[in-house]
């Protein structure tokens, strides 16, 4: 399914286990976002979400949790400071 961004959205949230590492599917259910919108994310210039992948190959990328939990704490907000002009 795709929404109105664009973005591919899966229609049953898919539980995600606590684990050392994610693929692309687990960090979409994780915070509810689509597969476009993470490798935008991954392909920004200014703090890239940290997706790795083993040398030679195009598929099966990964990021670590903990640099997972770090950058999604750099990248969001509180929903209380969501709509205060900065």
Same mark, same amino acid.
């Given at each position: 399914?795709?929404?109105? #961004?664009?973005?591919?959205?899966? $229609?049953? *949230?898919?539980? =995600?286990?606590?684990?050392? !590492? %994610? ?6 259910? $994780? =915070?509810?976002?689509? &597969?476009?919108? =993470? %490798?935008? %994310?991954?392909?920004? *210039? ?5 997706? #790795?992948?083993?040398?030679?190959? *195009?598929?099966?990328?990964? =990021?670590? #949790?903990?640099? !997972?939990?770090?950058? &999604?704490?750099?990248?969001?907000? $509180?929903? &209380?400071?969501?709509?205060? *002009?900065?």
């Amino acid at each position: 399914m795709i929404d109105e #961004r664009g973005d591919e959205r899966q $229609l049953h *949230k898919i539980p =995600v286990p606590i684990q050392d !590492f %994610y693929d692309i599917r687990e960090i979409c259910s $994780l =915070v509810n976002i689509g &597969v476009n919108r =993470v %490798y935008e %994310y991954a392909k920004r *210039k200014d703090d890239p979400l940290p997706l #790795r992948c083993f040398p030679g190959t *195009k598929r099966g990328a990964f =990021v670590f #949790r903990n640099e !997972f939990e770090e950058w &999604v704490k750099r990248n969001s907000i $509180l929903i &209380v400071t969501r709509h205060r *002009k900065i």
